[in-house]
Each structure stands twice: as structure tokens, then as C-alpha cells.
């Protein structure tokens, strides 16, 4: 069990490591595209689910590591810490479901716009 909280706790530090780097990128998102292009809730909905979303996931898996790090029952923390970590691919994973949706559909407009012209 020792070896396994090691090994959690040697991940925890690049963790936090991305964490910062989702959230840096978020406000990046958030304040200067939104100020100079206008996105609005389309930079909001995309810097949510992309990068503050599984930043607080990465987060929340942190805290947990380091507290069963801390504890002499690490059990419940360490399975906290693979719940987050279980939230945070799903988010992702939801995120890049939609994104190859709509892509798919840009790509099929695309080809459509091409034929229609083709046989005009």
C-alpha cells in the first residue's frame, strides 16, 4: 500500500502541474479573446468545459493524494483520488465527443458546399 500512496504522491506534483496550466489557459480564454473578438458564450462554453472543468477535477484529485498521504486509513482518500481522476477523463472525454461532432458536421457542410457548386 506504501508504494501505491508513492506513486500517487510522486503523480500529485505534475497534476497540479496541469491544473495551473488549465486554469492559466482559462483565464487566457476568458479575458483576452473575449475583450478583443467578443466570443461571448462560445469561448465561455468552450474554456468551462475544456479547461476549468477538468483543472478543478485535477485539482480535487490533489487534495485527496495529499491527504491520504497524510492519513493512517488512506482507503477512502485514495479512492476519492481515482473518483476525480475517473471525472476528469470524462470530462474530457465529453468535451472531444462534441468537438468530433461538430467537426463531422463542418466537414460534411463542407463537401456538401463543394458538390452543390460542382453541379451548378
Known amino acids: 500500500m506504501n508504494f501505491l500512496i508513492e506513486m500517487f504522491e510522486s503523480s500529485r506534483r505534475w497534476v497540479l502541474f496541469v491544473a495551473v496550466l488549465l486554469l492559466a489557459v482559462f483565464l487566457f480564454n476568458f479575458t483576452i479573446l473575449q475583450k478583443d473578438w467578443g466570443g461571448g458564450l462560445s469561448i465561455m462554453f468552450v474554456g468551462i468545459f475544456s479547461n476549468l472543468l477538468p483543472a478543478y477535477y485535477l485539482i480535487r484529485y490533489t487534495i485527496a493524494v495529499k491527504s491520504a498521504n497524510n492519513s493512517r486509513n488512506p482507503n477512502e482518500e485514495l479512492e ?23 467537426l463531422t458536421l463542418g466537414i460534411v457542410r463542407f463537401i456538401s458546399l463543394i458538390i452543390a457548386n460542382k453541379l451548378l
Do not use: K, S, T
Open 80 to 102: 476519492d483520488a481515482c473518483l476525480y481522476q475517473a471525472f476528469y477523463f470524462r470530462a474530457i472525454g465529453i468535451f472531444y465527443a462534441i468537438i468530433f461532432v461538430f
